[in-house]
Each structure stands twice: as structure tokens, then as C-alpha cells.
């Protein structure tokens, strides 16, 4: 079977049985197709036909020229997923990554802002036009929910039930209901009302969060606001929609919150990617005792 065709079958797969983010679906391709050029030039196997000791050469040619943990770890969970695809359809009788095991000891944490850096980057906005008013009302909903980036430019102004405090987020074919804090509340209340109508190019657009042309806000649109407030704070550590994310998660933990619910708030189908945060605080508890323990140095 030639590669071009097996990619073919994972495509398919990863669209219409997954239903892949369009993220995850050039993610995992491009994986494929980097291995489909290595084997071309340095092994006589096609895809269909590898054997274990040809994917760990291609895991220690990727190490070898500097790719990070985080990417080598990616490409693994691209071919444990590839194979998988083929040995259900037929196409190969075993998965030659099923013992390919990635370096987790070197996982590097997610940046986090402290509870002082996020009310310093909250108080930003200045609330004294209309553009103000709708960053406070991003920024407020973001941390108090801690939704993707992508999920916040794609809410509708149905999804926002301020009475409640709740707001409904769709990713792919599954939804889920976060709850509102009040200050969160109060902020989009103020934007809902008296803010979004004057900023909308039209009455049918059903974007909750427009730009200033009045049409809905876009990914590129909202990085390049919080990097602009994270300069107006003097925060020094690099800042993006998914710290934020990042943040949220990890002061919920700290402060005693099960981690289940926050992996059901984060959208988590597995809660091994919630488990990171426990790392995180574990190591940030770690850090504050020698720094603070008289005994520790």
C-alpha cells in the first residue's frame, strides 16, 4: 500500500469519525507525512510496513536533531493513533508504536500567573469607551472560566445566561456549563447591555464578542489585546490566552477545588491532562518551603 494512501485512510478517519480541530488534524498529519520523507531516505519500509525497531530509530533521529520533548511526545501520540487507524481497518496486522513511550520526567509545566499578576492584568482595561468595556468583559470570562481562546471568540450572546452566572461552551459536537462569578457577571452585563448593541455592524450578528468593525472577534484579533495589556501591566512573563487557561486551573487546585470539576470546566476527556496542574502546584508549594523554611538551605 502506498503512504499516500495510508495517509489517505487516517484522514478520513481523523475527519469523519474523530471530527479533529482543524489544529489537530495538520498537527497529526504533518506528523505522518515527517515520518512517510524519513523512511524514504533512511529505511526501505512504507508505513504499512514498519517494524518497532524502525519507529524508535525515527524517535531518536527526532531527539537527535533537537526536537523538544513536547514534540517528540506529540509525533509518538501521532503514530500510536495512525497505527491504531490501520490495524482496525485492516490494513496492518499489529501497531509497531504501541511501545513507543515518551520522556514524561522532562515535561515541562505550564507557565502560571500568580493571584496579584491576574488582578493586575484584569484591572487594565480601562473602562471609558466602549473597547474597555468589551477587553474587561473578555479578560473577566476567560479567567473566571477558563475556556480556550478558540471557544471564546466562537460564543454567541445565547450562550451567556447572566441571571444564572453560567455560560455554555461548545467544542465540537459536546457542550458543557461553566459557572460565573459575580464579578464576571457584573462585566459582561455591562457589556451585554449597553456595550455590544453600539458595536455590532449588524442586528443578526450573533457573535458575543465583536472587533471594532462590529463583526466577530477573531483568534489574532483578541492575542494581540492581551499582549497589549500584559505591556501596559509590566508583567514580564510572556502571557497568551492559554496562561490565563493555565492560571484558572491551577489557582482552583490550590485552593481546594476537586479535580474533577476542573477537568469537566477545562473540557478534559482524559484526566491525566488535568493532573499536570496538580505537578504544577505541588512544585510551586516545593519552591515556597526552601525559599521560606529556615532549615531548607
Known amino acids: 500500500m502506498l503512504n499516500s494512501e495510508c495517509i489517505n485512510v487516517y484522514y478520513s478517519y481523523l475527519t469523519e469519525v474523530k471530527k479533529a ?11 505522518i507525512r515527517q515520518l512517510s520523507d524519513y ?23 527526532l531527539k537527535n536533531n533537537g526536537k523538544s520533548v ?9 503514530l500510536k493513533s495512525f497505527y491504531g487507524v490501520l490495524v482496525n481497518e485492516g490494513y496492518a496486522d499489529s501497531n509497531p508504536a504501541s511501545k513507543l513511550v515518551p520522556d514524561k520526567n522532562t ?26 468595556y468589551r477587553d474587561r468583559a473578555m479578560l473577566e470570562l476567560l479567567y473566571a472560566t ?3 481562546v478558540s471557544e471564546l471568540i466562537s460564543l454567541e450572546i445565547t450562550d451567556v445566561n447572566t441571571s444564572a452566572g453560567v455560560v455554555r461552551c461548545r467544542s465540537k459536537d459536546k457542550e458543557r456549563f461553566i459557572p460565573l462569578h459575580q464579578t464576571a457577571v457584573k462585566a459582561l ?12 455592524a449588524l442586528p ?18 483578541f492575542w494581540k489585546i492581551i499582549k497589549a495589556y500584559q505591556q501596559k501591566a509590566h508583567i514580564d512573563k510572556p502571557i497568551t490566552p492559554h496562561t490565563l487557561r493555565h492560571s484558572f486551573a491551577a489557582h482552583l487546585l490550590e485552593n481546594g477545588a476537586d479535580i474533577h470539576a476542573i477537568q469537566e ?6 484526566i491525566s491532562s488535568t493532573q499536570i496542574y496538580s505537578q504544577l502546584v505541588k512544585k510551586q508549594l516545593k519552591d515556597v518551603y526552601n525559599k521560606a523554611h529556615p532549615r531548607a538551605n
Not at 40 to 60: F, G, K, R
Open 21 to 31: 480541530s482543524q489544529n489537530t488534524l495538520s498537527s497529526y498529519l504533518r506528523d
Open 39 to 61: 523512511l524514504t531516505t533512511h529505511s526501505d519500509a512504507n508505513l504499512d510496513s514498519v517494524a518497532e525497531e524502525d519507529l524508535a530509530d525515527y524517535i531518536a533521529w
Open 70 to 78: 513536547a514534540t517528540v511526545s506529540r509525533a509518538i501520540a501521532s
Open 107 to 132: 515535561q515541562k509545566l505550564p507557565q502560571i500567573l500568580t493571584s496579584k499578576e491576574v488582578e493586575l492584568l484584569l484591572e487594565q482595561p480601562s473602562c471609558t469607551d466602549a473597547k474597555g
Open 146 to 148: 477558563g475556556i480556550r
Open 189 to 200: 452585563s455591562e457589556y451585554i447591555e449597553f456595550i455590544r448593541p453600539q458595536m455590532v
Open 204 to 221: 443578526t450578528e450573533t457573535a458575543l464578542f465583536v472587533n471594532v468593525n462590529g463583526e466577530k472577534m477573531s483568534r489574532q484579533g
Open 265 to 270: 470546566m477545562l473540557g478534559h476527556a482524559d
